[in-house]
């Protein structure tokens, strides 16, 4: 196990205007499990693969447990590294697979196989360690990619988007797996997904990058609960937060026709009329009569899940016309092309400012 450490770490590739990760100072724990999660091109893979040494370091430092790998080769770094691809050789089986790394390293074959098996137990792999990967499922390749990694007993695990090539059912099931596997080992874990449904179900804590810069981390509560601004905000959760303009008033803000109070407002002592960007969660808007003060909204699509639906539809706000989603009871909502009047619960609204969309406190 180790602490990893990006100290003001930057790449920057030739031909570039801008960094692809700039200045990234990063602390992850002696046995955490961090997410890095962005959108495409944010530098999340760039992050990992200058750790695992893949990817020159033109700024900063790396550490490992204190010790600088900056410039250190792959193999001095002590970490195994689970690709997208599974990156298995065809020719070998599945126990050859394995093994592989440790008799590079010149490992004894009877201790080679012994933590083969291990490793196989662990990852209900047994049965499979004869055959060839072509006559393995995709989920199968990829516990045999996850094999290779523990097998070799390093001090950081590193996962670049290892679960992107299965199916959806699969997916949720193998996350459900490797989070298990991670806290059973305890070993340090640096995982990057674009997913973040994903990054909120399996992380201790979340790294969201945008433009090769850090926005926040923080545990996936942190995360829902007070996001640091309009990006994380809106990347954060699923379905995204609904955020539209609005000002402050006196000492709250108008929801359609409805006043809400708001410490932030009075707290930051903002003059009425602040321009604002507000931002409330589907599961944060409730349904009211017509004749309570709200926001009108028209149901345009009603999403089925059972216990819960979520409604998507429209509301005009400051003339413009927002797009909203709202959490209702999956067995008692409205129908698509209903009307409908929602307002916040006070607690629960999120506050940024209009001209720099970081978060008002």
Do not use: W
């Amino acid at each position: 196990m180790a602490r990893v450490t990006f100290a003001g770490a930057s790449r920057i590739f030739p031909n570039t205007d801008r960094p692809a990760v700039d200045a990234l100072d990063l602390e992850i724990e002696d046995g955490e499990f961090l997410v890095l999660v962005g959108p495409s091109g944010c530098g999340k893979s760039t992050s990992l693969r200058m750790l695992a040494g893949l990817e020159e370091v033109n700024g900063g430092r790396i550490l490992i447990d204190g010790q600088d790998v900056t410039h250190a080769a792959p193999k001095d770094r002590d970490i195994a590294m689970v690709f997208q691809n599974y990156a298995l050789y065809p020719h070998m089986t599945v126990a050859e697979n394995m093994g592989f790394a440790l008799k590079i390293a010149g490992v004894s074959k009877e201790e080679r196989a012994e933590r083969v098996l291990e490793a196989a137990k662990l990852l209900d792999l047994e049965p499979y360690l004869d055959r060839k990967p072509k006559a393995l499922s995709g989920g199968q390749r990829q516990r045999v990619a996850m094999g290779r990694a523990i097998v070799r007993q390093p001090r950081v695990f590193l996962m670049d988007e290892p679960l992107s090539n299965l199916d959806a059912k699969l997916r949720v099931q193998t996350r459900t797996q490797i989070a298990s596997l991670q806290r059973r080992l305890g070993v340090t874990t640096v995982y990057v997904t674009h997913d973040q449904v994903e990054a909120l179900t399996m992380g201790d804590r979340i790294a969201v990058l945008k433009d090769g810069l850090l926005q926040q981390v923080g545990t996936p509560r942190e995360l829902l609960d007070a996001p640091a601004n309009v990006f994380v905000a809106g990347f954060i959760g699923s379905p995204a937060m609904n955020l539209f303009p609005g000002a402050a008033t006196a000492d709250g803000i108008t929801f359609g026709s409805a006043a809400v109070p708001q410490g932030d407002v009075t707290a930051a002592g903002l003059a009425a009329g602040h321009a604002l960007t507000v931002g409330v969660r589907p599961e944060d808007l409730r349904l009211v009569s017509p004749e309570e003060p709200g926001l009108d909204l028209t149901v345009d699509l009603v999403e089925e899940l059972g216990a819960d639906g979520f409604l998507y539809g429209r509301a005009t706000v400051d003339g413009a016309e927002i797009p909203l989603a709202v959490r209702v009871d999956g067995r008692n909502h409205p129908a698509a092309g209903d009307a409908v009047r929602v307002v916040p619960i006070a607690d629960h609204v999120h506050l940024f400012d209009a001209g720099t969309g970081e978060r008002i406190r």
